[in-house]
């Protein structure tokens, strides 16, 4: 029993229970484990969604995590830290990403978590492609989600 | 030789996954990012509007990066549209 950081990149979906599980498993000197994960949903500026495709630049992009998970723990005290996300084709509904994270208190927990998200959206390199009633289309990146990341400098 | 990667709508629209391209083009040395952005907007209309500035980001050897990166002979660079993952 140890804290322990995993990072995968993989194309199938994760068990939520197995994995909160493991980070629960991990310690018990952390009272804090914060988990998000991000679905498919089924529309997307007006236009109804039926799939997903996620591409991304392998080489890049276990790095980009690695030091994201770095960056975060060494701004707080943190446990365990997982991070999975999917690439490939997926459905309405399904979990594209986990981040998981273990803390002896919840408010560094909650931050590094969110923190985690933010840079991943806006630095690792995946993008997603949509397929919609009207055609397939590739999404656009939000200036909201570079002002999130911009907030944490 | 450089390695150049694209990837996402860049990849689809210029139809291209990777080039290999010498660091010396026709006397000229592409020594850093903004050199080989311009050689490749040379190609065509798709590839200027597509791989302008701010339009595609940068990583070489897979660390994102700005236009005044220098580039040295082997290096892999690639170019992609801002990222969209979580």
């Keep these: 029993m140890s804290h322990f950081t995993q990072i995968v990149v993989q194309t199938q979906d994760f068990d939520f229970a197995h ?3 493991k980070l629960r498993d991990s310690n018990h000197s952390d009272g804090a484990l914060v988990t ?3 679905l498919v949903r089924d529309t997307n500026l007006q236009q109804s969604v039926s799939s997903l495709y996620l591409e ?20 707080w005290q943190l ?3 997982s991070v999975i996300h999917r690439v490939g084709q997926l459905k309405v509904s399904e979990q594209i990403v986990f981040v998981g994270v273990t803390s002896q208190h919840r408010q560094s927990a909650y931050h590094a978590n969110e923190f985690i998200m933010d840079y991943l959206k806006t630095q690792a390199p995946f993008w997603k ?13 939000k200036t909201s989600d570079m002002q999130k990341f911009k907030d944490w400098s | 030789m450089l390695k150049v990667l694209f990837f996402g709508q860049l990849k689809e629209v210029i139809k291209t996954e990777c080039l290999n391209i010498e660091i010396i083009q026709n006397g000229k040395h592409l020594n850093t990012v903004a050199k080989l952005r311009s050689i490749l907007q040379a190609k065509d209309n798709t590839w200027e509007e597509y791989l302008a500035y ?4 940068v990583a070489v050897n897979q660390e994102m990066t700005s236009d005044d990166t220098v580039l040295c002979d082997a290096d892999e660079v690639a170019f992609f549209p801002p990222v969209t993952g979580g």
Excluded at chain 1, 58 to 66: F, Q, R, S
Excluded at chain 1, 129 to 141: L, S, V, Y
Excluded at chain 2, 54 to 57: D, Y
Aim: net charge neutral; proline share 2%.
């Design chain 1, 79 to 81: 446990g365990s830290v």
């Design chain 1, 56 to 75: 991304h630049y392998p080489a890049m992009t276990e790095k980009v995590l690695n030091n994201i998970v770095q960056t975060a723990k060494a701004k």
């Design chain 2, 54 to 57: 701010g339009k595609a980001l």
């Design chain 1, 19 to 21: 994995e909160y599980q």
């Design chain 1, 36 to 38: 998000f994960v991000g």
């Design chain 1, 129 to 141: 492609k949509e397929t919609t009633t009207q055609g397939d289309n590739w999404i656009e990146a």
